[in-house]
């Protein structure tokens, strides 16, 4: 796995359609939905940075995997979903851990979220609480539905509408995905311009949060003022627009901490920090602990 491509910003491989080639069995229509039956061939031993959102059930065994930093135990009836930019890695699974995945690129996210009711609180919602595990029956029936899309991988390939057959069926069973974890989606209209005006907040908070830190910076690019962009972000999450960049950055700064050979000083740099005393300040208010100290921590 030494050929896949390191993420630009960090010794952190990316994770995105291209990785597929190294599966020995995978249903794939390019750049935009594929599914697959092992990770085996991933080598997600490091991390990786995924360009590409993953729905995976598992049918047998057990997985233990650390999603931005945080570690979820995965087992038969699991339903587990990553988003694209997340980092993840596998740290161990069971010789029968049997999963079936749907991998979607960005561009198909893209077309897929917004034909959801109320898209922000729904990706919220998963990527607060990516692991849902399933009752034995509703595990049968979502099982049942993956099976059913990837027959019609396989049967679709001379089919000139191939591509919205496979979409709408994926709409479908995510449709199925939601409702099974007891989360209905409510469309508002009152609340459509704050779930939009956060979702492209977070846009710019995962491709800036390097270089910009200040609230002002993201009102500024969204065109209204940081008052009412905390207003909104606080609306729907319950944490306001500075929380929200302070924690990404602090995410980041534990990966550079943890996954590389950087010096803290070198990491307060990148991270754009005035000096490495303000980082460590920073660092230890949003984590609770040194960078020096996390770093030990985490050898």
Not at 134 to 145: K, T
Not at 183 to 191: G, H, I, M, Q, Y
Not at 210 to 216: A, I, L, M, P, T
Request: proline residues 3%.
């Amino acid at each position: 796995m030494n050929n896949i491509p390191l993420h630009k910003n960090a010794n952190i491989r990316t994770a995105d359609f291209s990785m597929l080639k190294f599966l020995h069995e995978v249903n794939v229509l390019p750049d935009k939905i594929a599914m697959f039956n092992s990770l085996k061939e991933f080598g997600l031993q490091s991390y990786v940075k995924m360009q590409a959102a993953v729905l995976l059930l598992v049918r047998r065994g057990t997985v233990q995997v650390e999603l931005d930093l945080k570690t979820y135990n995965l087992s038969a009836g699991s339903l587990f979903i990553v988003f694209p930019d997340q980092l993840l890695r596998a740290k161990k699974a069971s010789d029968d851990f049997d999963p079936i995945c749907i991998a979607c690129s960005k561009n198909m996210i893209d077309e897929l979220i917004i034909r959801f009711d109320d898209n922000t609180r729904l990706i919220l919602k998963f990527r607060e609480n990516p692991l849902q595990q399933l009752q034995q029956s509703d595990f049968m029936r979502l099982n049942a539905s993956f099976e059913f899309l990837k027959n019609k991988f396989e049967t679709t390939e001379l089919n000139f509408c191939r591509l919205q057959v496979l979409k709408n069926l994926l709409i479908a069973l995510l449709y199925e995905c939601i409702g099974t974890v007891n989360e209905p989606l409510v469309a508002d209209a009152n609340k459509s311009r704050g779930q939009l005006l956060f979702s492209q907040f977070i846009d710019l908070v995962v491709e800036k949060h390097r270089e910009q830190h200040s609230v002002k910076y993201y009102a500024d690019e969204l065109g209204i003022t940081p008052k009412y962009l905390s207003a909104v972000a606080e609306e729907q999450t319950g944490k306001n627009a500075k929380r929200w960049i302070d924690e990404h950055i602090a995410l980041d700064a534990k990966v550079l901490l943890r996954s590389s050979s950087r010096d803290i000083q070198k990491v307060s740099k990148i991270l754009n920090f005035p000096d490495v005393s303000f980082f460590g300040k920073f660092f230890k208010r949003l984590v609770g602990v040194s960078p020096k100290a996390y770093r030990k921590t985490s050898e």
